[in-house]
């Protein structure tokens, strides 16, 4: 494909978005690491389980970003640039009003919700500080979401980056301090993670401020535009709970197939989610698109951008199918994996490949019609695509893990094809401010 200036504008939202999604896990992957050596097995248990509790709650709230990106993006489309800021300074108040919800409910419940995983009585014990006062950050978490959503919808990509890089080197380096340096144990690790969070927020928060102050944009909250915030957002999170059930059965059976079939699948699993920050930021650069040209009433670049963004997911998806393909014979041994898992690895990364190009049309649609502001839409059709792969699922309870996949091959069509149909209409092709 010639690189035209759509192309570029394209890549310039992309690229920074992609190094932002990959530097956001790797707050977790310095945790393991540091508490793996300096604090042993039964820590790094602990760590597991606090952590999972930790990214469900981030996977839900993701909402944060997806809605306050697209209600800013329209207003800046439409020249509105105060009510842009407005709509942004709501999404954070949002974020601030969940963030303490989930601290008000969870911390007293942390001893229950660690009990659910069955770990040992130090495990658990361990397992319980981590998440307490890793809840403590769950504020200046859910606002690092909504202030990304707002420089998302302003076209700006580069700050998050920047941002996200910062706060995993300051989480690297305070959780070295505290846990190898000062002792602090698997508390000290939490503490790290909670001010690097805190801190990320704050940068975020300046940055809003700023532009609220130079814009006239009051920040005191506004209960309707909360609420609005609220509402939109409300439709997101079905859609999100319905990819997460997808992916808590899909683990459900792969579990009850045997140690190989699991241990296959989590890797397969793990490989799939790296692939997938790599489209998803093409599909992050379509949300901003989108809500921008919608904003300025411009239906015709909006159609002709995202046709070039189908493109791109679809040629990215070919790529990184074929990428896997090349690499198949080496992935057993990066995960040191036995003969039975290695078989099982082999023949499950054909699916894996062979899917890419529809995850990333799938993807870059999904992006476009949040960017649109058509969450309704998209809860409804989680909620049906949800139900096309459940008997897909069980009825590879029986056939293996490959079949496994295959199901959830189905659920991926099943989403590309509710996609590619609303796309094709004008429902959701909805201008102005």
Not at 11 to 22: C, D, I, T
Not at 63 to 73: D, N
Not at 396 to 415: E, I, K, Q
Request: charged share 10%; net charge positive.
């Amino acid at each position: 494909m010639p690189i035209t200036a759509r192309d570029r504008e394209i890549l310039r939202l992309a690229v920074p978005a992609f190094g932002a999604l990959v530097a956001e896990p790797l707050f977790l992957l310095a945790d393991y690491a540091i508490v793996g050596h300096g604090l042993g097995t039964t820590a790094l248990g602990a760590l597991g389980v606090a952590g999972t509790v930790l990214s469900t709650l981030v996977n839900l709230c993701v909402f944060l970003a997806y809605g306050t990106t697209a209600s800013v993006a329209r207003q800046s489309g439409a020249g509105n640039h105060a009510r842009a800021m407005r709509n942004g300074v709501d999404g954070i108040w949002l974020a601030l009003a969940i963030g303490a919800a989930v601290v008000a409910v969870c911390w007293p419940l942390a001893p229950a919700i660690v009990e659910l995983f069955g770990a040992g009585q130090e495990q658990t014990a361990e397992a319980v500080t981590y998440l307490r006062i890793s809840l403590l950050g769950a504020p200046g978490m859910l606002v690092v979401l909504a202030g990304t959503g707002v420089l998302r919808g302003l076209q700006d990509t580069v700050t998050p980056l920047a941002v996200a890089v910062g706060s995993f080197a300051l989480n690297a380096a305070l959780n070295a301090w505290f846990v190898l340096g000062l002792h602090w144990g698997i508390a000290g690790s939490a503490w790290g993670t909670v001010l690097a969070q805190t801190l990320g927020a704050a940068v975020y928060l300046a940055v809003v401020v700023r532009g609220a102050l130079r814009l006239g944009t009051p920040l005191v909250p506004d209960l309707a535009g909360v609420r609005q915030a609220g509402t939109a957002s409300f439709a997101l999170l079905v859609r999100t709970v319905c990819l997460r059930v997808v992916l808590v059965v899909a683990t459900v059976v792969a579990t009850r197939m045997g140690k190989p079939e699991l241990a296959a699948y989590a890797i397969a699993t793990q490989l799939w989610t790296l692939l997938a920050f790599a489209l998803d930021a093409i599909a992050i650069a379509g949300q901003a698109i989108t809500g921008r040209s919608l904003g300025a009433g411009d239906t015709v670049a909006t159609r002709a951008a995202t046709r070039r963004m189908v493109q791109w997911g679809a040629w990215s998806g070919v790529v990184l199918g074929a990428v896997v393909l090349a690499a198949r014979p080496l992935v057993p041994g990066l995960f040191d994996a036995d003969p039975q898992v290695t078989a099982q690895l082999l023949a499950l990364l054909w699916p894996v490949a062979l899917f890419q190009p529809v995850c990333g049309v799938v993807f870059v649609l999904d992006g476009v019609l949040i960017g649109a502001g058509d969450q309704r839409y998209l809860a409804w059709a989680g909620v049906w695509t949800t139900l096309a792969y459940l008997p897909a699922a069980f009825l590879a309870s029986g056939f293996g893990v490959v079949a496994l996949w295959c199901a959830l091959g189905v659920w991926m069509v099943a989403r590309l094809i509710t996609l590619v149909r609303r796309a094709a209409g004008t429902a959701w092709l909805v201008t102005g401010a």
